[in-house]
Nanobody, 118 residues
Framework: QVQAVESGGGLVQAGGSLRLSCAAS????????IGWYRQAPGKQRELVAR???????NYADSVNGRFTISRDNGKNTVYLQMNSLKPEDTAVYFC????????????WGQGTQVTVSS
């Protein structure tokens, strides 16, 4: 788990774009896989995208082809470029380290709200 501050959310119309940023602390950031997660009202948190320390990426089927995750280790920052947004993308977005046990994490930041209007 990593201490991070998410930003870049907002209100956008369907079809629009947003770029989220995750500014993390700690000298070990560059060695961690990082994930972007989201939680919509009444739903469980889900993994949206992840990026390994070496830059390998993986996406949920629901966002594949629309979202792009990237990282700048020099800035301890991970980005999520979101294009062709849909109302079903509306959620609070969080970043954190990625591991097989992420569902058991007990620390999450405040996240950033993304609202997509139809």
């Amino acid at each position: 788990q990593v201490q991070a501050v998410e930003s870049g959310g907002g209100l956008v119309q369907a079809g629009g774009s947003l770029r989220l940023s995750c500014a993390a602390s700690g000298s070990t950031f560059r060695f961690n896989s990082i994930g972007w997660y989201r939680q919509a009202p009444g739903k469980q948190r889900e993994l949206v995208a992840r990026i390994s320390s070496g830059g390998t990426t993986n996406y949920a089927d629901s966002v594949n082809g629309r979202f792009t995750i990237s990282r700048d280790n020099g800035k301890n920052t991970v980005y999520l470029q979101m294009n062709s947004l849909k109302p079903e993308d509306t959620a609070v977005y969080f970043c954190n380290t990625f591991s097989s046990g992420w569902r058991s994490y007990d620390y999450w930041g405040q996240g950033t709200q993304v609202t997509v209007s139809s």
